[in-house]
């Protein structure tokens, strides 16, 4: 499910969505928070240009609001299914949960979004 070719392969390592040969990301670590959003321009494997249009990534914001939810909806099982926690607790542990993910939270979105747009291409990989 996570090898080369499919399209949760790019999302979650955040490779270059045509060729899935290189990261997307300048730095792959997204716990560096100066560099969270620095990409390459272009895929030196492939030449896929990542920023299709202006502001293209704007649309990713859509994306990360749902993926925060279910980071926090995995956080609410978690603590009030699992851990049994009160309510309090409960809402303390999603919080955490959004902070601490939250590069992930955005790299995924980032990543779930420009899939949508550019798709894995065998030919080009297989060079
Ligand atoms: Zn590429």
């Known amino acids: 499910m996570f090898k080369k070719g499919s399209k949760l392969y790019s999302i979650f390592t955040g490779s270059c969505p045509k060729c899935h040969e290189e990261s997307m990301y300048k730095?792959?670590?997204?716990y560096i928070l100066s560099e969270v959003l620095?990409?390459?321009d272009t895929c030196s494997h492939?030449?896929?240009?990542?920023?299709?249009e202006p502001s293209f990534?704007?649309?990713a914001m859509y994306v990360s609001y749902a993926v925060g939810i279910a980071f926090a909806v995995a956080a609410f099982v978690?603590?009030?299914f699992f851990f049994?926690?009160?309510?309090h607790v409960v809402f303390a542990s999603i919080v955490i949960t959004l902070i601490v993910f939250l590069p992930i939270i955005i790299r995924?979105?980032?990543?779930?979004?420009i899939n949508f747009f550019i798709h894995y291409d065998k030919t080009i990989a297989k060079k």
Not at 27 to 30: E, G, S
Not at 46 to 51: E, F, H, L, N, R
Not at 84 to 87: D, E, P, Y
Request: glycine share 6%; charged share 20%.
């Open 78 to 80: 978690i603590a009030f």
């Open 108 to 113: 995924w979105s980032r990543n779930i979004w």
């Open 57 to 59: 990534f704007y649309g």
């Open 84 to 87: 049994k926690a009160n309510i």
């Open 27 to 30: 730095n792959k670590n997204p």
């Open 46 to 52: 492939c030449g896929t240009k990542y920023k299709i």
């Open 38 to 40: 620095d990409m390459n």
